[in-house]
């Protein structure tokens, strides 16, 4: 059938967002096979229309005018497991671009699978992950990821990616910097470790274990299920808290005389956290943030701050994308005043002009 007869028009696409913000798409269509992206790709260049890949929603906001354009649902589903052919004790886990990630990460638990499981909760699908370097409590994609699957819009062809193709950093990958929108992640391969121990590195959660030096992998995933609820980062259908895009400004890298500074002129020692450069630290976002005085449930309107996680700005009941982008600069400028950083945003702006 023409793909024309199966595009749908001016769909809203705020319910496909966790914010639930934003107008409609021009078009829009499901993907369920990589003959459906590839024909989709395709039919919107032939147009010269914008094409936006739409995953979970979890990490989105839409314009309150919408997006001109062809938005593609990835909806592929499948999960092989495999045997990697080799003595490193891993499993392969084959994941199509659609599959829910809580889901997938269950998935991978059930096998007694490590390297996933402080990633337990984290809203959204597969294809996400290798985009953003998903990462949480220890745990970061980038360190199982061992092929990416994409079609290429530019010479419209399908391509694979290793782990280090995929230029993997901090909340950073190739396809969100510099060749941003070009590629449809339609596969991700994991190679975990089978019987492998669950990660404790980070203090919420060694906490949690303080009187069991080997939980299961199941433990670990309920206990950051945990965690993340109780800063509003777990979605719960009727939480208020939870009609946000996650984490709304990423935890900055400074340079340690920078974070002395700010101890010497604020009074207080912020919390650092060590890099790959000895000479930089990572600074939590939301101890900048508190200290330039945006407290848990800061309301500003219909736009506010989630009442258990200063990271996560909320649509407290119909927002509008303009009113949560009022609040995140109202947010950055504080910031940027008090202590001369300037807070880069998690989420991904669909529609605005200028972002794509």
Known sequence: MPLDNLLEENKPLAPFTTLGVGGPARWFFQAKTEEDIAGAAAWARDRGIQLFVLGGGSNLVVSDAGFDGLVLHVALRGIAVEDPGDDSGQRRFRAAAGEDWDSFVTRTIEEDCAGLECLAGIPGTVGGTPVQNVGAYGQEVSSTIERVRAFDLREMQWVEFTAVECEFAYRRSRFNTVERGRFVVTRVDYRLMQGGAAT?????????????????????????????????????????????????????????????????????????????????????????????????????????????????????????????????????????????????????????????
């Open 200 to 356: 404790l590195s980070y203090a919420d959660v060694r906490r949690a274990f303080a009187a069991d030096a080997k939980p299961s992998l199941a433990k670990v995933a309920v206990a950051v299920r945990s965690i993340r609820q109780s800063k509003g980062m777990l979605l719960v259908e009727g939480d208020p808290d939870c009609r946000s895009a996650g984490s709304f400004f990423k935890n900055p890298v400074i340079a340690n005389e920078l974070a002395d500074r700010i101890a010497r002129t604020s009074g207080k020692e912020p919390p650092r956290f060590a890099t790959a450069d000895a000479g930089r630290v990572k600074i939590p976002a939301a101890w900048l943030i508190e200290q330039a005085g945006f407290a848990k449930g800061y309301a500003m309107g219909r736009a506010g701050i989630s009442s258990r996680h200063t990271l996560a700005l909320i649509n407290r009941g119909d927002a509008t994308a303009r009113e949560i982008l009022a609040l995140e600069g109202e947010i950055k400028s504080a910031v940027q005043l008090r202590f001369e950083i300037s807070l880069e945003i998690e989420p991904v702006l669909v529609g605005f002009e200028g972002a794509g």
